[in-house]
Structure formats: structure tokens, C-alpha cells
């Protein structure tokens, strides 16, 4: 996704705009032979943006023109090259924006007086995403983790960079990962700055940290630290300059048996609501409490989808050229739930097979 969503991001996708804010969604493709037929897909749904925006009486003329153009602007920013799942474009009067999503997305064009956001949160949490904290002595970077990549932040106080000249020649020689540069204050002052910076970075954006160093860096990170919270190690120097490949691999072990032992928690927690009577499974149950604001932990599978109608007392299977159909109930489901203070976790294909592939640990 690009950029990342954010809690601040977020808040202002969601503020009310006047009337028609539009949102265009569209399944998207990483490989050829259907990656080529993106291009035709984006062009074919931005007439029918154009069309539904002419054809409304609610917009008027003069209004329906600045978002036309805002579309054409945010299409020729498009770069399908980028695509990975799926492609959300936001336009109206006077502002666009286009995001890539690792997600798929229904098919659809919607004129409302709010961006539909939903798939982008979905996408966004379904990702995973992760800070790593690359250490040295000298040079201290930030990046940006998901399931697949990590890139480096260069915006704000990172990275952070010194000089180790000394005019000690006994102390030129002692610089670097070795632990004696650790227990120099001038390093120990420099760490605690990076602790600060990240301090407020976490505060904003709160996700998992992995700091990356050597042994003796870590210890002296987490010495000197106190505002960067809880803190995932990854002995592994030489990383503060990259390259974001080598920076991914080190993390990948780390980050993936973590989500193991959270999947297993998830999944005991399951175990004990069942127990308790304070449990929901399968798409109708889980969505009718969700709505009513009952659900404290959702789980879902990472690729679970599911077309469904509503008939006003269940959602019923439906196919997806149906009008009435609700093709992203996941990703209402997903919001829906954040919004009500509700943790929700994505577990791999097939954990979830005995509950309809979504369940919940109810409130009450």
C-alpha cells in the first residue's frame, strides 16, 4: 500500500466531504496476462465514474467538472506498475488520491458524502505492518516493514548519522559494532536520541518494533531506552545502511515466528469463548454481532471473501453480478469492528475451515 494508512490518515479519509465524494475500487494484477488488461479495466470504470457523476441531480454541474478532473488527475498519477491486489482512487472537489493495496477489492464505483474506506483498512491490517530499527554505531535507520518488504523512512530525524572521528588513534581503531564503542557516552547519548525520535514515531503510528544490531548495541539501546516500548531483537549487524532486501530477510524470521505465536494465541482464545458461550462463527453470526457492536477479538482467514445478500433478518449467499449483493462483507465486518475498540487478527487459509473461516470472542 502506498502510502501507509495511519491512524491520522485514516480520520481524514473519513471526514464528511460535500456531496458526491467518489471512490473507484478495482481488483488489480501483479503477473501478465491480466496485469495488461488493468489498464483497460481503470479506463472503462473511470467512464463509468464520469457517466454516474453527469447523470446524478444531487451533483451539480460545476462540481461534477472539479471531480472529473481530480479523477483524470489521480489516474494519470496511477502507476500501474505498482499494482499488487487491488487499486483504490479517492477524488473530490479539489483533491485525489491513489492507493495500492495488497488486498483484492470489489469491483465498484460509489458517489457518497465520505471516502469508502474499508478495503483500505482491511488491506492495511491484513499486511501486518512493522517498524525495524537498524543500529550501528554511527548510523541509526527506520524502516518500513510488511509481510513482503521493508523500505527506508527518510522523513523526520531518520536516519540519524554521526561521525566516529576521533582524533585518538588508539580509539579509530575501536569503532564500529565492537562492544567498547557501546560503552562510550557519546554513543550511549546518540542511541538515547534514536530512542526519543522513535518514541514519537510509535506514538503516532504504534506497531510492532524489531531493533536490529549487534549484541552489544541492543543491550545499550535498550539500557539508555525508555520511551521506545516493548522492543523485538534481531542480532544481526551491518543493517543501518541496507539494502532493504538484506534488511527483510534478517527481520522475516523473526517477524513470521511471532505471528505464529499470536496466530496460536488467537486461536486459544477462540477455544475458552466457546467455552464460555461468548462466541460467534461464520459470516451471518459474526456479522450480526459485529454490528451490534459485541465482538472484542474478530479472527479471520488472510483470503477469505464472501458475496452475500441481505434479506433483513440473514446475509444469504449471492452471486456476484447480483445488484444487491454485498461483495466486501469481510472488510465491513473488519471496520466495523476496529470502530467499536475491537482487535482483530488475520490467521493463514484453512485455520479457520471448522468456523465458516471467521469468528469472534464476544463482549457480553
Keep these: 500500500m502506498h502510502p ?9 479519509l473519513r471526514e464528511p466531504r460535500p456531496y458526491p465524494a467518489l471512490s473507484l475500487l478495482m481488483p488489480t494484477h501483479r503477473r501478465e496476462p491480466h496485469h495488461a488488461q488493468d489498464h483497460v479495466r481503470l479506463r472503462n470504470l473511470v467512464a463509468e465514474a464520469k457517466n454516474r457523476l453527469r447523470a446524478d441531480p444531487a451533483a451539480t454541474r460545476a462540481r461534477s467538472a472539479d471531480i472529473a478532473d481530480q479523477l483524470d488527475q489521480a489516474v494519470a498519477a496511477t502507476d500501474l506498475a505498482l499494482a499488487e491486489d487491488g487499486l483504490a482512487v479517492f477524488a473530490a472537489p479539489g483533491e485525489h488520491q491513489v492507493w495500492y ?17 474499508r478495503n483500505l483498512v482491511a488491506a492495511d491490517l491484513a499486511d501486518r505492518p512493522y517498524w525495524v530499527l537498524a543500529v550501528s554505531a554511527d548510523r541509526i535507520s527506520l524502516w518500513d516493514g510488511s509481510a513482503e518488504r521493508v523500505s527506508e523512512i527518510r522523513t523526520g530525524p531518520f536516519p540519524l548519522v554521526r ?3 576521533d582524533p585518538d588513534a588508539e580509539r579509530q581503531e575501536r569503532v564500529g559494532d565492537l562492544p567498547s564503542t557501546f560503552r562510550d557516552e557519546a554513543t550511549r547519548a546518540f542511541l538515547r536520541r534514536a530512542d526519543e525520535a522513535l518514541a514519537a514515531v510509535l506514538a503516532d503510528h504504534p506497531r510492532p518494533l524489531y531493533a536490529a544490531g549487534e549484541a552489544a548495541a541492543l543491550t545499550t539501546l535498550a539500557e539508555v531506552g525508555s520511551g521506545a516500548g516493548e522492543m523485538f531483537r534481531v542480532p544481526h549487524g551491518g543493517l543501518a545502511q541496507g539494502p532493504p532486501e538484506l534488511v527483510w530477510q534478517a527481520v522475516l524470521p523473526f517477524h513470521s515466528a511471532r505471528q505464529e505465536a499470536e496466530n496460536g494465541a488467537v486461536l486459544r482464545d477462540l477455544d ?27 479472527a479471520v482467514e488472510e483470503n477469505y471473501r464472501v458475496t452475500v445478500r441481505d434479506d433483513g433478518h440473514h446475509l444469504m449467499p449471492a452471486r456476484h453480478d447480483d445488484l444487491d449483493s454485498r461483495e466486501d462483507l469481510v472488510d465491513e465486518i473488519v471496520e466495523r ?11 493463514p487459509d484453512g485455520t479457520l475451515a471448522d468456523l465458516g473461516r471467521i469468528a469472534g470472542v464476544l463482549r457480553y
Excluded: H, I, K, Q
Design 337 to 347: 469492528c476496529l470502530t467499536t475498540g475491537a482487535t482483530v487478527r488475520f490467521l
Design 163 to 165: 561521525s566516529l572521528a
Design 101 to 117: 493495496l495488497n488486498r483484492a477489492v470489489p469491483e465498484r464505483v460509489v458517489l457518497s458524502d465520505t471516502f469508502l474506506t
Design 272 to 298: 475458552r469463548a466457546r467455552g464460555r458461550r461468548e462466541f460467534a462463527a461464520g459470516a451471518d453470526e459474526v456479522w450480526r454481532n459485529a454490528t451490534e457492536g459485541r465482538v472484542d477479538l474478530l
Design 4 to 12: 501507509r494508512l495511519d491512524p491520522r490518515t485514516l480520520a481524514r
